[in-house]
């Protein structure tokens, strides 16, 4: 089954390997930015290196990428599909899109384009009621000290207009303010409805809207909202490190307070299950190891 983005159409190759490769447009404009996309973005993989909370990177096939297949598709679609998510997974999930962009900025990468369908959902592999997120989609990402630049900016809400066309570490900062809300609330930030604006017409209603709402410095209500001081830290700008807010998060959304409901049927069917999931997990790192050896091979035949 093929999943088809702005820039990109993706497809399964092997059991938990996915090629990701560009569309071919007519129009110079968009074939420029896809051709620049492609030429970022396995520079940055390599920069990133391999950590838990990033899609795996395989190498090259022609101009397309191999990467780690996510079980559950990309996050905006899991939680539009899924609106009873328990609050620890929702905490948990927060905690790791910190992670994630605490590292990368670590390795000297921003990110640029921090949205929910730029991460990714995938079975834990030591829990069969747990999901972890990968943070993926680096076409856009920066990286002065190799003097990358993919060009990209996110949407409305995980933007404010105060950052102009610069990317920095203080914009990704920002876009984890929004993604914690969107994780928490299951929406998008003034919007009653989830998941992103439907039509062109609303969408362009909507950025005017929260981009004026921001210049204002004014924020959705976060009387009720868990981790809601870090959340409104993120946008008001407080946070000087990526590491600062996971520290917050910690502070503020400790997951050991969250008390979850198991049922003697729940653990039951949890541990029926998890023979599939390890069996599962096997085959992708089978899959994985495979493909590293083979492009190893070529490059020694090369």
């Known amino acids: 089954m093929e999943n088809i983005g702005s820039t990109s159409i993706i497809e399964p190759v092997w059991p938990g390997v996915v090629l990701k490769q560009p569309i071919n447009f007519k129009t110079q404009e968009l074939a420029e930015k896809v051709d620049l996309c492609f030429s970022?973005?396995?520079?940055?993989?390599?920069?990133?290196?391999?950590?838990?909370?990033?899609?795996?990177?395989?190498?090259?096939?022609?101009?397309?990428?191999?990467?780690?297949?996510?079980?559950?598709?990309?996050?905006?679609?899991?939680?539009?599909?899924?609106?009873?998510?328990?609050?620890?997974?929702?905490?948990?999930?927060?905690?790791?899109?910190a992670e994630a962009v605490s590292y990368i900025h670590s390795r000297g990468v921003v990110h640029s384009d921090l949205r929910p369908r730029n991460i990714l959902v995938h079975q834990s592999a030591t829990s069969n009621s747990s999901r972890d997120l990968w943070l993926c989609d680096f076409g856009g990402s920066t990286c002065d000290e190799l003097a990358l630049d993919g060009g990209c900016l996110p949407d409305g809400p995980f933007y404010h207009p105060v950052f102009g066309v610069e990317s920095s570490p203080a914009l990704d900062i920002f876009g984890l303010g929004s993604l914690f809300y969107t994780v928490i609330?299951?929406?998008?930030?003034?919007?009653?409805?989830?998941?992103?604006?439907?039509?062109?017409?609303?969408?362009?209603?909507?950025?005017?809207?929260?981009?004026?709402?921001?210049?204002?410095?004014?924020?959705?209500?976060l009387k009720?909202?868990?981790?809601?001081?870090?959340?409104?830290?993120?946008?008001?700008?407080?946070?000087?490190?990526?590491?600062?807010?996971?520290?917050?998060?910690?502070?503020?959304?400790?997951?050991?307070?969250?008390?979850?409901?198991?049922?003697?049927?729940?653990?039951?069917?949890?541990?029926?299950?998890?023979?599939?999931?390890?069996?599962?997990?096997?085959?992708?790192?089978?899959?994985?190891?495979?493909?590293?050896?083979?492009?190893?091979?070529?490059?020694?035949?090369?």
């Open 185 to 221: 609330t299951g929406r998008w930030p003034y919007r009653s409805d989830p998941g992103a604006p439907r039509t062109i017409d609303e969408k362009l209603a909507y950025e005017k809207d929260i981009a004026d709402a921001f210049n204002r410095e004014e924020y959705p209500d």
């Open 40 to 97: 970022v973005e396995p520079l940055i993989l390599e920069r990133i290196g391999r950590h838990p909370r990033i899609v795996g990177y395989l190498g090259q096939r022609g101009r397309g990428l191999l990467l780690g297949q996510a079980s559950h598709g990309n996050l905006q679609a899991y939680l539009d599909s899924n609106p009873s998510i328990d609050l620890r997974q929702r905490i948990l999930w927060c905690r790791q899109v």
């Open 224 to 302: 009720d909202v868990v981790g809601g001081t870090v959340i409104l830290a993120c946008w008001k700008r407080r946070y000087g490190t990526a590491e600062e807010v996971l520290r917050a998060l910690e502070r503020e959304m400790p997951i050991s307070a969250v008390q979850i409901e198991a049922t003697a049927d729940l653990e039951g069917e949890a541990g029926h299950a998890s023979a599939h999931v390890l069996f599962g997990t096997a085959l992708s790192v089978v899959a994985f190891a495979a493909l590293t050896y083979i492009l190893i091979q070529r490059r020694h035949v090369r």
